[in-house]
Structure formats: structure tokens, C-alpha cells
């Protein structure tokens, strides 16, 4: 039976982090690969940018001012023909850590359980990112998501007067046309509770009582690596939801930083990025994902045990 309210509430959300959680490099290593970039010097630029202009007393964003930095190698003919297209095309080419993409599967798959199943209940993944999103959708995981959050680029930006009906002409990438940082990541989980990717006709903005959202935040889980996710992990579990961070098995510091998370309560757990069959962080999930389910089919069944009166019977007395 449908709780009250405008959705169904039958959704349970995997919101991941991209970068170091899903894939043990930053995503860009391709399109510095393909274009001959070095891509521990282009990070060190990046680093010193916010220092660089504040000598002229401009305050950059220091999680996504490497957008406009990909921009000035682009003008500077350091990445010739870098399109949208291509960046997709590159996306085809990040690593992920083992067990992805199969991970997003096997934890769908928790809800084919006959009781899950007769009560329509689903899964959805989402990746909100700082990253690129075109190179996301590129990705070996495209197919898996039902949503995207991310950084984008225009190619060919309209001109004054220019006519709104004609298509956007294609080109090299030239101005951002969005962006997340590390606090905005939070407007895009707002969003995905309140069901705007799948309803147009509401906005982030609009007051929607938490019994009638889209994706309850006690029916999601947000998984990333490090200290700069603070702001979705404090917000996701402030309403509810559970938090999760993983480390590179392979690096001792971000296993000691996942810990000071948990003692700090910023998380509920934490396991390696090993997403395999029967690995801590794959039992983690698939567990936390059956929990929610369970406890979605136990609230119908309150519901319809306060909505429905029993009727008369018949009685054994002479």
C-alpha cells in the first residue's frame, strides 16, 4: 500500500562521491594522458591558483578553480579540440577500484527478494562529483545511474542577439556552464529528496514535507573517501540517512583518516574500496540496503494496519 504523500516513497538511493571512491585516480587522468599533460604539474598549478590571484585581491574557489585552468590549456592549444565529445570519449578510459561496476548490480539485486519485489521497491544510484560530467557518462558506470551531478562545459557560447531556437553550435570547450564544489554537492542531495531530476516542476526550493519527498533521506547512503565530503556526509546523516567512507587499501593515511571520521561522527563506517563479492564494505551495503527495504515494507504495513478496520465476523458463542 502507498504511504501518503506525493511519491511512493519506494526508492532507496546510492549517492556516491566519485573521485578516490569509486575510481583510485582522479578522473582526469585520461585527458592529461591523451594530451600529453603532466599531470602532477597541472595539479600543482591548480594548488597555487587561489594564492596566485588573491595578489590581486580575487578569491577563487579552491575545489573548482581547476575548471577554468583546463580552460586556459584549452585556449593555449595545450588540449586542441577539446569538445564535450571527447572528454566523453576519454571517460571510457578511467579505472575503477575492484568490484565496480558490478557492485551496482549486486546491491539491486537485494531487493529481488519476493517481499521487496511485490512492494515495487527500487534502487537508485547516483554520482555527485566535483568532477567532469561528461567524462562520468562516458564512464564504464553510465549505464548503471540514474543521475549525474557535476561540472559541465559550454563549447560555442551564444552571442548577443542570438536566435533561442537554433541548436548550439560544437566546438572546443570555452566557458563553465556549471559547477560543484564540495558545499553545493549538498544542493544536488536536496534534489534528489526532493525528486527534481524526475519532476520538472519542482524546484529544490519549493517546501515539500519530508513524509512527502521524493527519496526520504533515511532511505539513502552516501558513500565517499575523504574530509572534503563533510558537508553531504553531515547533512545526509543530520536527516536520517546512513554515511560510509572508504580508503585505498593501499594508502595507511587515508585509512587513519577514515577513522578519525568515525570517531569525529561524521560517518557511521568505513571499509576498504574493495567493492567485490563478500568483501566488509560490499557486505556493508548490501546489508544497510536490505535494512531500508525492510523497514519501508514494516512502515506500509503499520500504515495499513491504522488505515483499515477489520471487519465483522462471525461469532463461536451460542
Known sequence: ??????????????????????????????????????????????????????????????????????????????????SNARLRELGAQIPFFPGVPDIFDRLGRVLDAPPFREGDLRLEHYVVSTGLAEM????AIAPKLAGIWASEFIECPAAPGFDADAAPQSGEISQIAGLLDNTTKTRAIFEINKGVNKVPEISVNDM????????????????????????????????????????????????????????????????????????QTDLWLCLQVRRIAER???????????????????????
Not at 578522473?27 to 597541472?42: I, N, T
Not at 590571484?53 to 579552491?62: F, K, P, S
Not at 562520468?136 to 564512464?139: E, F, K, P, V, Y
Open 1 to 82: 500500500m502507498p504511504e501518503k504523500g506525493l511519491f511512493l516513497q519506494n526508492i532507496i538511493a546510492i549517492i556516491w562521491d566519485f573521485d578516490r571512491t569509486l575510481s583510485p585516480r582522479y578522473m582526469q587522468a585520461p585527458l592529461f594522458r591523451a594530451y600529453g599533460v603532466d599531470e602532477d604539474s597541472f595539479w600543482r598549478e591548480v594548488r597555487a591558483l587561489p594564492a596566485y590571484y588573491a595578489r590581486a585581491g580575487i578569491r577563487m574557489q579552491a575545489d573548482t578553480c581547476y575548471l577554468g585552468h583546463l580552460l586556459t590549456y584549452v585556449r593555449a592549444g595545450r588540449m586542441p579540440g577539446l
Open 136 to 139: 562520468i557518462r562516458g564512464s
Open 208 to 279: 515539500i514535507p519530508e513524509e512527502e519527498r521524493r527519496v526520504p533521506f533515511k532511505h539513502m547512503v552516501y558513500i565517499a573517501d575523504g574530509p572534503s565530503d563533510i558537508p553531504s556526509f553531515s547533512v545526509v546523516r543530520k536527516h536520517g540517512g546512513l554515511t560510509y567512507a572508504v580508503y585505498d587499501p593501499a594508502a595507511q593515511d587515508q585509512f587513519a583518516q577514515a577513522v578519525r571520521m568515525q570517531e569525529t561522527g561524521r560517518i557511521d563506517a568505513f571499509g576498504p574500496a574493495d567493492y567485490r563479492e563478500g568483501t
Open 296 to 318: 519501508i515494507m514494516e512502515r506500509r504495513k503499520q500504515a495499513l494496519g491504522s488505515r483499515v478496520a477489520p471487519g465483522p465476523v462471525h461469532s463461536d458463542s451460542a
